[in-house]
C-alpha cells in the first residue's frame, strides 16, 4: 500500500534552511501531486505547496513564495522541501501528503510528519 | 483568497449526532474534503467530493454541500472520534490548496 516516510525532526537558527524528505513506496510516484502542509504548534493547517512529480511543476502558497522550494528525485521516488530565512513562526510540524487518485486534490496518504525547530 | 471559516469548537454526548460546518462563498459548488485529526497524529481523510467515504471510514460519517456551506455529520458519536476536524478544498482560480481553521470536537 502506498506510504510516505518524513526524515526526522530538525533544529536549526533564525535565518538558516532546512531540507525535509519525503520518501515514497507503493505506489507509482509520478502519477500523483505530492504537497507539504505544516502545523503550528496548537494551530491548525497550513497549506505550503505542492509538486509534480511527473514533470517537476510547482505551485507553492503566496506567503512562502521565495523562501520555499519543492522539489524530486524520480530515481529514488523521494520529494524534499527546502525552505530558506527560517523564522521562530516557522517552528512546525510539515507533513507531506499524496493528492489521491480522486483528481480533487484530497489526501489519502500522509507522512508521518517532521518537527522543525526554530530556536536561537 | 478563498476562505473557509468553521466553527472553533462542538460538544455532543455519546450517541447523539454532531455536525461540523464549513462556510464558504458558493462553496456548493466546489469539492470539499474532510479530515480528522487526532493529538500527535497526522490527519486522516473522512470524506472526500463532498459526501464520499475512503474504505475503512465507518458509516457513522457524512458529508453534504450545498449554497454556502459544506457539513460533516456523525452519527452516534463515540468518544474515540474526539479530534480535530478540517475542511479542505482546492481554489482552482489561484491554484492554492485552502483549509478551514479546523474544529475541535469535543464528546461529553
Known amino acids: 500500500q502506498a506510504r510516505l516516510v518524513q526524515s526526522g525532526a530538525e533544529l536549526q537558527k533564525p535565518g538558516a534552511s532546512v531540507r525535509v524528505s519525503c520518501k515514497t513506496s507503493?505506489?507509482?510516484?509520478?502519477?500523483?501531486?505530492i504537497h507539504w502542509v505544516r502545523q503550528a504548534p496548537g494551530q491548525g493547517l497550513e497549506w505550503v505547496g505542492r509538486?509534480?512529480?511527473?514533470?517537476?511543476?510547482?505551485n507553492y502558497a503566496q506567503q512562502f513564495q521565495g523562501r520555499v522550494t519543492l522539489t524530486r528525485d524520480t530515481s529514488i521516488t523521494t520529494a524534499y522541501m527546502d525552505l530558506t530565512g527560517l523564522r521562530f513562526d516557522d517552528t512546525a510540524v510539515y507533513y507531506c501528503?499524496?493528492?489521491?487518485?480522486?483528481?480533487?486534490?484530497?489526501?489519502?496518504?500522509w507522512g508521518q510528519g517532521t518537527m522543525v525547530t526554530v530556536s536561537s | 483568497s478563498y476562505v473557509l471559516t468553521q466553527t472553533p469548537s462542538v460538544s455532543v454526548g455519546p450517541g447523539q449526532t454532531a455536525r461540523v460546518t464549513c462556510g464558504g462563498d458558493?462553496?456548493?459548488?466546489?469539492?470539499v474534503h474532510w479530515y480528522q485529526q487526532k493529538p500527535g497524529q497526522a490527519p486522516v481523510l473522512v470524506v472526500y467530493?463532498?459526501?464520499y467515504r475512503p474504505a475503512g471510514i465507518p458509516e457513522r460519517f457524512s458529508g453534504s454541500n450545498s449554497g454556502n456551506t459544506a457539513t460533516l455529520t456523525i452519527s452516534k458519536v463515540e468518544v474515540g472520534d474526539e479530534a480535530d476536524y478540517y475542511c479542505?478544498?482546492?481554489?482552482?482560480?489561484?491554484?492554492?490548496?485552502?483549509f478551514g481553521g479546523g474544529t475541535k470536537l469535543t464528546v461529553l
Open positions: 501528503a499524496r493528492e489521491s487518485p480522486n483528481s480533487n486534490q484530497d489526501f489519502d496518504v
Open positions: 467530493d463532498d459526501f
Open positions: 509538486i509534480n512529480p511527473n514533470n517537476g511543476g510547482t
Open positions: 479542505q478544498l482546492w481554489d482552482s482560480s489561484s491554484e492554492h490548496m485552502v
Open positions: 507503493g505506489y507509482t510516484f509520478i502519477g500523483h501531486y
Open positions: 458558493k462553496i456548493g459548488t466546489k469539492s
